[in-house]
Nanobody
Framework: QVQLVDTGGGLVQAGGSLTLSCAAS????????MGWFRQAPGKEREFVAA????????DYADSVKGRFTVSRNNAKNTVYLQMNSLKPEDTAVYYC???????????????WGQGTQVTVYS
């Protein structure tokens, strides 16, 4: 069991940057692969990024490659999503997710944060 609290969302102008954080508690954080997802109003939840247990491997949706960076600090039980060059279409509720596995880093996730709203305006 792991509990996830994702924070850092807010309002940002197009072209700006924002960093989301996801703090985990309850179990050793390094046991989990981590993912980020987002869901815009009226749309399905979509994959954004994933990171391996040690943080050496990452995966990104094509829509965010080159703009977003996922990282983790296992000593702080925290995963991050650094978002640069934000676009209005990035507006969504962002969720972090965790799964106790080694591979694949992208796939099923059992545990989810509550979500944090990111709004990008022109």
């Amino acid at each position: 069991q792991v509990q996830l609290v994702d924070t850092g969302g807010g309002l940002v102008q197009a072209g700006g940057s924002l960093t989301l954080s996801c703090a985990a508690s309850g179990r050793p954080f390094s046991d989990y692969v981590m993912g980020w997802f987002r869901q815009a109003p009226g749309k399905e939840r979509e994959f954004v990024a994933a990171i391996s247990r040690r943080g050496f491997d990452t995966d990104y949706a094509d829509s965010v490659k080159g703009r977003f960076t996922v990282s983790r600090n296992n000593a702080k039980n925290t995963v991050y999503l650094q978002m640069n060059s934000l676009k209005p279409e990035d507006t969504a509720v962002y969720y972090c997710a965790a799964e106790m596995r080694e591979l694949p880093i992208r796939g099923k996730y059992t545990y989810w944060g509550q979500g944090t709203q990111v709004t990008v305006y022109s």
